[in-house]
């Protein structure tokens, strides 16, 4: 049964509520109402994405997610912080890996310093070696895109060369100016 949204409230009110209290049925009627900013920002600038993300509400944070115009990196007012920055103090180890992992395969930004300067790999505890791999693995990757795109205009024929992720440390070992 779905929770009783205040009189009145926003469809924007209403998807941060969702998001707030884990209730998937309310966040799904918002979708199919529409009339919502899929990153509306509360008072702090916390977002639905925000809420989900330290609550480890995960369907919420899927449905969340797969909203085309989900933005994945937005900085709350109070501490500068990401969703993602948010998930990294999630206290259960499952539940954190999880929102991380579903994060990081969005495009979350690695990278982003909240207002203490501290990105999420600053934030970390040193038994979170599993997400350490899996940040070290998106920080690759987005290694990687770019690779991609600084060589578009090295390929022949308006072929862009690009570089896989299977062979980008033998790329970057063998190509000149760049240092391992």
Known sequence: MATESPKG???NERLLAAARDDNEEMLL???EEGGFDINFQDGLGNTALHYAASNASFDVLEHILSHEDCD???ANRLEKATPLHLAVRIDDPEAKKAVIESL???GADVTIKDKNGDTVVDLLKPEDVEIKAL???AQAQNSVSRDDIASDEEGEEG???SVSPANYYDHHLNC???VT
């Open 9 to 11: 409230a926003s469809n």
């Open 29 to 31: 009627e918002v979708f």
């Open 72 to 74: 994945v990196d937005p």
């Open 104 to 106: 990081l395969e969005a």
């Open 135 to 137: 940040i070290r693995k």
């Open 159 to 161: 072929r862009p060369l």
């Open 176 to 178: 000149p100016g760049h």
